[in-house]
């Protein structure tokens, strides 16, 4: 397959083929604004308010969300400005009981956060800056693996003792 041609005046050009496809792919990345903010928690998995209903029996449920800040959590976990990765989860890492309660506090006021489960099944947080705050209670015992969409590298676990 030939990707250019060469004309009469000697130009380089690109094929039929290869025209449309850079055409195709010129269309398709223009286009991505149409469609909101891409890459937004929206295009990842099924977003729940705090204060939502979730889609599941309360006997099947991992973990409860509360739909206010927790006066005193159990556990936190704060979320702050991190020049070499934009943001990041303190501690990354975190081992508690089962029924233990953990909020995480946004503190970083360059950038929005979330907090997105590896499960697609679990509740995550909205995006959000400084100041808000998101808790949990972890009803059952397991590794829960959490990042943030709009973050690469931004990652965190619970791992939850039974």
């Known amino acids: 397959m030939t990707l250019w041609t060469t004309g009469a005046a000697r130009r380089l050009r690109p094929s039929l083929p290869t025209a449309c496809l850079l055409t195709l792919v010129t269309l398709l990345l223009s286009s991505c604004a149409l469609f909101g903010n891409v890459g937004a928690p929206t295009d990842a998995h099924n977003a729940f308010a705090p204060t939502s209903v979730l889609p599941h029996a309360t006997t099947n449920l991992a973990i409860k969300v509360f739909p206010k800040p927790l006066p005193h959590p159990q556990y936190t976990v704060v979320i702050y400005h991190n020049v070499n990765t934009v943001g990041e989860f303190a501690p990354e890492i975190l081992t508690v009981p089962v029924g233990a309660t953990v909020q ?49 590298g931004m990652i965190g676990r619970v791992t939850v003792t039974g």
């Not at 808790?135 to 969409?149: I, M, N, R, S």
């Open 104 to 152: 995480w506090v946004w503190t970083d006021q360059y950038d929005e956060h979330n907090v997105w489960w590896v499960d697609q099944n679990l509740p995550n947080s909205p995006t959000m800056g400084s100041g808000y705050k998101w808790a949990v209670q972890f009803l059952k015992p397991g590794q829960y693996d959490y990042y943030c969409t709009l973050h690469p």
